[in-house]
Nanobody
Framework: EVRLVESGGGLVQAGGSLRLSCAAS????????VSWFRQAPGKEREPLSC????????YYADSVKGRFTMSADNVANTLYLQMNSLKPEDTAVYYC?????????????????WGQGTQVTVSS
């Protein structure tokens, strides 16, 4: 059974940092693409960072490029999102997801499995 469990969200002041974790089970991060998304109230779910399994190709949204870094511990089968220089507009529920394909997609509709989400709130 594929499961994704996010953790690490919370309340932080603008300019601060958080590290989100996504513990994966039922599949290997070595084999399938995984991505981080977020959804703010009243907005569509947007892709933040994606990585393909075959060639390690990565995508970062312009809104987080240079501030957020995705990494993975393949032994622990856990995905991370290091978020620095946080802004109030980063406030959202953050999700990890996999499409069980080798290459990532940026459309949420192409993802099959999602975690439950973790809330990130950035105060000004």
């Amino acid at each position: 059974e594929v499961r994704l469990v996010e953790s690490g969200g919370g309340l932080v002041q603008a300019g601060g940092s958080l590290r989100l974790s996504c513990a994966a089970s039922g599949f290997s991060l070595n084999d399938y693409a995984v991505s981080w998304f977020r959804q703010a109230p009243g907005k569509e779910r947007e892709p933040l960072s994606c990585i393909s399994a075959i060639d390690g190709a990565r995508y970062y949204a312009d809104s987080v490029k240079g501030r957020f870094t995705m990494s993975a511990d393949n032994v622990a089968n856990t995905l991370y999102l290091q978020m620095n220089s946080l802004k109030p507009e980063d406030t959202a529920v953050y999700y990890c997801a996999t499409n069980l394909r080798h290459y990532y997609g940026r459309s949420p509709e192409s993802y099959i499995y999602w975690g439950q989400g973790t809330q990130v709130t950035v105060s000004s």
